[in-house]
């Protein structure tokens, strides 16, 4: 059966590859969130601007970025006498490590 140029245009697009495993990998997450209990802490950094979701040629950056954010984030839950990281501080402090 020999198709028109009107029916291809019909036809639903296949995603780029690229595309296509970021609809996978977001599809499979998991709601971290909803499985934390009143101690748990949950860290997400955000991505800088200049750096899109799969630009991986930026990892070091990424990581570096990460870093700081979350150096930045953990200092203010310490601040603000979080207990979990108390407790770490704690245990830190009575082994040595």
Same mark, same amino acid.
């Given at each position: 059966?020999?198709?028109?140029? %009107?029916?291809?245009? $019909?036809? #639903? $697009?296949? +995603?780029?590859? *690229?595309?296509?495993?970021? #609809?996978?990998?977001? &599809? !499979? #997450?998991?709601?971290? #969130? ?10 997400? +950094? %955000?991505? +800088? ?5 799969? @630009? ?7 990581? *570096?970025? &990460?870093?700081?954010? &979350?150096?930045?984030?953990?200092? !203010?839950?310490? %601040? $603000?006498? !979080?207990?979990?990281? &108390?407790?770490?501080? @704690?245990? *830190? ?5």
């Amino acid at each position: 059966m020999a198709m028109g140029r %009107k029916g291809r245009d $019909k036809l #639903r $697009k296949t +995603p780029f590859s *690229n595309e296509f495993l970021i #609809r996978v990998l977001l &599809a !499979n #997450r998991q709601d971290f #969130r909803a499985q934390l209990d009143d101690e748990g802490i949950l860290l997400i +950094p %955000k991505l +800088p601007e200049e750096v899109g979701f799969m @630009d991986w040629q930026h990892s070091s950056l990424l990581m *570096n970025c &990460a870093q700081e954010w &979350a150096d930045t984030e953990i200092s !203010n839950l310490q %601040k $603000k006498g !979080n207990l979990v990281l &108390a407790t770490i501080d @704690d245990i *830190n402090s009575r082994y040595g490590s």
